[in-house]
């Protein structure tokens, strides 16, 4: 029974463990003259490689008591698995370690509980006393859940369970923050993730899309990083039942009916939902997904993100708002992705170029339509038209784009240096007002040197248009994508391998036609645009909007085209 919720998982983990499997052959089988690897120094190193991806905390489903990562490692250690894998002296070191990393993911196969936190939850302080978890008698609703869910994961064949509510000591600042910055970790190398849905009391798409768990922050990382996972309804029936001939119920990431329904309800594509790779890829993206969830501490609207972008933040409850601006700063370290700055809405208190929560981020990320963009061709056929009206101008943009590339995005005293293309504004002219989403908001019209006519919806009436024109600009962040080299269309002769040589990636040099169009092609596209306000001191502050600023530049005999400039916004 447990082989079947095991083996995807050890497709999963295979290929992490097996550098240090190997590292561990090529010692043994290398040993310094004095000594010898033994195979108890094999195996007790797998297996705390084991723990050290496993919770600090775990549940004995034997005897209902916690147990820490030296308790388990003692409990393995006494094991009749241990004792065979130790004893066997004809094995080659190679074959041991196959052996072990075997019966060591078995032995330490555990069940994680992804649920809603509800009234009266047992706590670590409630619990760590108690002889047996298993057998507490309790009327509560949090207890029953959890002697529920320890049933379930007993009767499954497992061994350890975990369950957040009473596996963290939240008294511990440590244990809780290597909690937090560990949580998807642990999710991810759980055999099985059982996902209790209280309210959801029938097996139809509409019951589990009105479920209150798909709109909690904590939820959505629980849901993408098992590679096994099944729901349970309020009765503690699973939501499928088994297939005809099955004892339990199928891996729910492997059912595709069941992955649409996912999709359907969050919007989310199915490839992340079945197997998501934690990073920075995509990071406007899975923004979005967390910006209509809601956590019992506005902190954890950012901490819940942290193992899905694949980061690590200090944890600080307490600070309120600043955790998410802790949080896109942490992101600009490490990533010049410039989608970061397409949000709506109100910005932080430390930066107008920074969102003040997730839910900022709302709208699907921006893509130009088809008809809108002029994407850049592998090999332009059509550089003869294009290179007569390249000017001394278009060069030294070309120049800037290849020798000054963005050197990251960062903070400091609550500014940003930001290389930006600006538009200067002409006039701002009010050209509708209404209420949207329970605001009253102005609709403008404003020109701009270089752009066509750009719309831009805010919540407040500037009292001058003719002042304000002369203070606003329009912004496009230097984005790295404008200094990609398009890759040149390379023919494959009889005699070359599929690969294409080496040097069809090299840089094409700067003046060359192929590579000036292409720049050209970039900067008339449509992109996504900031209202900036310019300050006395020279600095510039960003204008919050209720809707994204599109903005497409002006298409004209002669290339209207600027180089960018650095701003200070604050």
């Known amino acids: 029974m447990l082989l079947g919720f095991i083996a995807p998982k050890l497709k999963e983990v295979a290929g992490s463990r097996n550098d240090q499997k190997e590292r561990i052959i090529l010692e043994s089988q290398s040993p310094a003259p004095e000594e010898k690897i033994t195979p108890a120094q094999i195996v007790d190193e797998l297996a705390q490689k084991m723990l050290s991806g496993m919770p600090l905390r775990v549940i004995n489903l034997n005897t209902g008591s916690f147990s820490s990562s030296a308790d388990l490692l003692r409990a393995f250690k006494r094991s009749h698995e241990y004792q065979t894998l130790v004893s066997d002296k004809s094995l080659t070191s190679e074959v041991l370690a196959e052996n072990a990393d075997d019966v060591i993911r078995k032995y330490f196969a555990y069940v994680m509980l992804s649920h809603v936190w509800g009234e009266d939850e047992p706590l670590y302080g409630d619990v760590k006393l108690v002889e047996n978890i298993l057998q507490m008698s309790s009327s509560s609703p949090g207890v029953l859940k959890l002697q529920n869910f320890c049933r379930i994961a007993k009767q499954r064949g497992f061994r350890w369970c975990w369950g957040d509510t009473c596996c963290i000591d939240k008294s511990s600042s440590a244990e809780l923050q290597e909690s937090i910055n560990s949580m998807f970790t ?126 690590r933040l200090p944890v600080l409850y307490g600070e309120g708002e600043r955790a998410f601006i802790r949080l896109q700063d942490e992101i600009m370290k490490n990533t010049d992705d410039t989608c970061i700055f397409d949000w709506v809405g109100r910005p932080s208190t430390l930066n107008s170029y920074l969102a003040r929560s997730p839910s900022c981020f709302h709208q699907p990320a921006w893509r130009p339509s088809p008809y809108q963009t002029t994407a850049e061709l592998p090999m332009l056929e059509t550089v003869g038209e294009f290179t007569h009206k390249l000017s001394a101008a278009l060069l030294r943009i070309a120049e800037s784009l290849l020798d000054e590339p963005p050197l990251g995005h960062f903070i400091a005293n609550g500014r940003m240096n930001l290389r930006t293309f600006v538009y200067q504004v002409k006039s701002v002219k009010v050209v509708a007002s209404g209420e949207i989403r329970k605001r009253w908001v102005y609709r403008y019209q404003i020109k701009a040197d270089g752009l066509e006519p750009v719309t831009v919806v805010a919540t407040y009436q500037f009292p001058d248009a003719q002042l304000t024109a002369r203070s606003l600009s329009i912004g496009r962040v230097w984005d790295n994508s404008l200094r990609l080299i398009p890759r040149k269309t390379h023919k494959k002769t009889a005699d070359e391998e599929d690969e294409p040589p080496a040097d069809d990636y090299n840089p094409w040099t700067v003046k060359s036609g192929d590579y000036l169009t292409v720049v050209a092609k970039r900067l008339r596209e449509p992109f996504v645009a900031q209202l900036l306000v310019a300050h006395p001191n020279g600095q510039f502050h960003r204008v919050h909007t209720e809707e994204r600023i599109v903005a497409q530049p002006r298409f004209t005999e002669l290339l209207d085209l600027r180089t960018p400039r650095t701003l200070i916004v604050h």
């Open 186 to 311: 642990w999710y991810r190398n759980s055999a099985l993730t059982i996902a209790f849905l209280l309210d959801v009391l029938q097996r139809t798409p509409e019951a589990l899309k009105r479920s209150r768990w798909f709109t909690r922050g904590w939820t959505l990382q629980e849901l993408l990083a098992p590679t096994a996972i099944e729901f349970y309804m309020g009765d503690w029936t699973p939501f499928l039942a088994p297939s005809a001939g099955d004892a339990t119920p199928p891996n729910y990431k492997l059912v595709p009916e069941f992955v649409q329904c996912l999709e359907d309800i969050l919007c989310i594509d199915k490839s992340y939902l079945v197997g998501l790779n934690p990073g920075l890829d995509d990071v406007r993206e899975k923004l979005r997904w967390v910006a209509t969830r809601t956590t019992t501490k506005i902190e954890d609207m950012a901490y819940c993100l942290l193992g899905i972008l694949d980061l």
